[in-house]
Nanobody, 123 residues
Framework: QVQLLESGGGLVQAGGSLRLSCVASGRTRSIEAMGWFRQAPGKEREFVARISWIGHSTYYSDSLKGRFTISGDNTRNTVTLQMDSLRPEDTAVYYC????????????????WGQGTQVTVSS
């Protein structure tokens, strides 16, 4: 089993920045990729960004590219999401996810999930 713990959420004004972090523990050797998803009230969970531990390749949701940056350190089992130029529509619960298979943008391809951290962007 793998446990994921997110931190760094909070309240920020539009145009501001937040940095989310996620630490994995447990059987972390099985992890091939980590990612971030988010879910706003009344909406489905959506992909934000992911990073592969092989080559550290990254991939972003087209709508968020340029404002969000994912980075990670597989030796420390950590992944971060730097969010800049935040907008009220970025308000959501952000989830860290880890997968044992090929890096994916689909939530069903991830095996482990954190509890989520709330990000609220005020206008």
């Amino acid at each position: 089993q793998v446990q994921l713990l997110e931190s760094g959420g909070g309240l920020v004004q539009a145009g501001g920045s937040l940095r989310l972090s996620c630490v994995a523990s447990g059987r972390t050797r099985s992890i091939e990729a980590m990612g971030w998803f988010r879910q706003a009230p009344g909406k489905e969970r959506e992909f934000v960004a992911r990073i592969s531990w092989i080559g550290h390749s990254t991939y972003y949701s087209d709508s968020l590219k340029g404002r969000f940056t994912i980075s990670g350190d597989n030796t420390r089992n950590t992944v971060t999401l730097q969010m800049d130029s935040l907008r009220p529509e970025d308000t959501a619960v952000y989830y860290c996810a880890a997968g044992r298979g090929y890096p994916s943008s689909f939530s069903y391809d991830y095996d482990y999930w954190g509890q989520g951290t709330q990000v609220t962007v005020s206008s």
